[in-house]
């Protein structure tokens, strides 16, 4: 019986997400109590202080705000942007979802990039749409000519995360300005800094760019990296009007943003000094890295987030379980092109160092393999 219930093919068909390996799932295959979770893009200091106090007040037999008024007034005086034109998600990772659902209408076009975030093709998707990807150069760095020339098709939507994951660079001045050019009034722009706080001083802040053109667009930001705050859910969407905003606002469930992330998210944002400080050492400690991982002779991107992309030169999954039996998840890379490709995360310095070892074993195994050949 239940082989004859017809399911939606958008949905069902749809690939899985990619997620990071569980600590707790890592543990048990491994028999290591002490892993090194660099998977997830999470803040390895935790979170400020401040959030943990805050949540002492949080009452969990009353409903949240559904308007999330609290952190919205906070985003719209940190931001200079009237709080009606921001949503406030369960993670940033809804807003995309939301988005979709708010704009798409069958057989609608969309534009994302390649290597790129996989739900801005899962999210399309599930809503019906057509994608198309825009690859980037061969060293991995933007390709804005060929973001124009996939625009000039007039998608609905397109997506890009900049600083970019998984690569990690972000898209320049010059860069920004060509690509809002490019975008024609039928298509809406979602740019996507979820690693906004991590990058370099001059590259520009996408929303203050945004805010002076004359096209539609959503800029999407997060708690969950440089905040600390990934297990609670709370990011948000900044969009180009009011009328987007309520049409993004009516594609979630009303009580989308539970207590305590909204609690905790105003505390956060209120403790700028401690975000700053834990970027400040994330980002010293990827220089780090970058530096010895380029000396192992590893191609890694330029990156302005809290990871690196590294070509190890072998399957992604091979170099995912040799890591693993060291104790250190990573994400081993699966999108066609990018097989040999794996992202880590930028972790406590002791971590990083697990993983420096770790990846020199990796390439002592591989050249003995070569030679071996
Ligand atoms: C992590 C991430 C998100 C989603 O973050 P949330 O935890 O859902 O806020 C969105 N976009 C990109 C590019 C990310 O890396």
Same mark, same amino acid.
Request: glycine content about 6%.
């Given at each position: 019986?239940? %082989? ?21 799932? +890592? ?6 109590? =002490? ?17 943990? +106090? ?47 659902? #708010?704009?798409?209408?069958?057989? +609608? ?57 998984? /690569? ?6 010059? %860069? ?37 053109? +004359? ?14 705050? !990934? ?15 309520? !049409? ?12 305590? #992330? %909204? ?36 191609? /890694? ?34 999108? %066609?092109?990018? #097989? ?17 070892? #770790?990846?020199?074993?990796?390439? =002592?195994?591989?050249?003995? !393999?070569? /030679?071996?050949?």
């Amino acid at each position: 019986m239940a %082989q004859t219930l017809r399911l939606n093919p958008n949905v069902a068909e749809l690939p899985p997400y990619n997620a990071g390996m569980n600590i707790a799932v +890592a543990r048990s295959k491994t028999g290591l109590a =002490d892993i090194a979770a660099l998977a997830s893009n999470e803040n390895p200091y935790g979170c400020s202080p401040k959030v943990t +106090a805050a949540l002492a007040s949080l009452d969990p037999s009353r409903y949240a705000d559904p308007t999330c008024v609290g952190l919205r007034d906070a985003l719209s005086r940190r931001l200079s942007v009237a709080g009606n034109r921001i949503v406030i998600g369960n993670g940033s990772e809804e807003m995309i979802a939301a988005v979709c659902r #708010a704009v798409l209408r069958p057989f +609608a076009t969309v534009v994302a990039m390649t290597p790129g975030f996989g739900l801005h093709e899962i999210e399309p998707r599930a809503n019906g749409a057509k994608i198309v990807k825009v690859p980037m150069t061969n060293d991995l760095r933007f390709d804005v000519e060929a973001m124009a020339m996939a625009l000039q098709k007039k998608p609905s939507i397109f997506f890009i995360s900049s600083p970019s994951n998984p /690569v990690g660079p972000a898209l320049e001045q010059s %860069q920004l300005s060509r690509l809002i050019a490019a975008v024609p009034r039928e298509t809406l722009l979602v740019f996507d800094e979820a690693y906004f706080e991590f990058r370099d001083e001059n590259t520009p802040d996408g929303l203050e760019i945004l805010a002076e053109s +004359a096209i539609s667009y959503v800029v999407l930001r997060t708690f969950s990296k440089a905040y600390g705050l !990934a297990g609670l859910r709370v990011g948000y969407a900044v969009a180009s009007d009011e009328r987007l905003a309520r !049409a993004m606002s009516s594609a979630k469930t009303p009580f989308n943003v539970n207590a305590a #992330a %909204q609690l905790a998210a105003v505390a956060a944002l209120d403790d700028e000094n401690w975000m700053r400080n834990s970027v400040a050492s994330v980002v010293k400690e990827r220089e780090r890295m970058a530096g010895e991982i380029t000396a192992l002779g590893f191609f /890694v991107p330029e990156s302005q987030t809290n990871f690196l992309f590294i070509d190890v030169g072998c399957d992604s999954s091979i170099a995912f379980e040799h890591l693993l039996s060291h104790g250190v998840i990573v994400k081993p890379w699966k999108e %066609q092109g990018f #097989a040999s490709f794996i992202r880590v995360t930028v972790g406590l310095p002791t971590e990083n160092d697990r993983f420096l070892d #770790a990846l020199r074993l990796l390439k =002592d195994k591989l050249s003995e !393999a070569k /030679v071996a050949s």
